[in-house]
């Protein structure tokens, strides 16, 4: 878009309004004006959102998850915990809510947008291909992802067992005598 200034000059704009950001970096989605045209832009990757985050998920180390819960009853949970940290963030304590309606609905819905003609032609606008190996490395540096656990050597966990086997039978056999 573009506005002729009072002195004749030229004001070229562009507002963007991402639906999703994510990189290293990114603090809340995972936080929380446009005028003249608008594009619907995107990677050129649609994708559902939890498929989405299944690599990042996978890639920390956990097991993605299986259970599926209705959209109702996680709308509903969202809505308590809003009715909680209105009162309780108000007069006591005000902390960040775990779940927000708003993130149950943008989670639950699946968003697909192919990018169109006028951005490529008009804007130049070439998608880059991206992975979330970026990501995942960012988070593993910060601290975040399981944690292997240290494997206990099979020979250790045979005396530990023959040291419990026989403090039971001393203590058994202590209790015999008396």
Do not use: W
């Amino acid at each position: 878009m573009a506005s002729t200034l009072p002195d004749g000059r030229v004001l070229k704009t562009c507002a963007l309004r991402p639906a999703g950001i994510y990189g290293e970096g990114e603090l809340r989605h995972l936080p929380r004006i446009v005028a003249g045209e608008a594009y619907f832009i995107s990677d050129d990757s649609p994708v559902n959102n939890f498929e989405f985050f299944r690599p990042l998920i996978e890639g920390l180390g956990y097991t993605f998850p299986k259970l599926k819960l209705p959209i109702t009853l996680v709308y509903m949970v969202a809505f308590l915990t809003e009715l909680v940290h209105s009162v309780v963030g108000k007069y006591i304590y005000n902390f960040q809510p775990f779940l927000t309606r708003t993130e149950v609905y943008k989670s639950a819905v699946t968003h697909y947008f192919s990018n169109e003609e006028r951005p490529v032609i008009i804007l130049g606008y070439n998608p880059q291909k991206y992975s979330l190996d970026g990501i995942i490395e960012h988070f593993k540096k910060k601290g975040h992802g399981r944690q292997k656990k240290k494997k206990i050597p099979p020979r250790f966990l045979y005396h530990l067992v023959n040291i419990i086997i026989g403090i039971m039978f001393a203590c058994f056999n202590s209790g015999m005598a008396t």
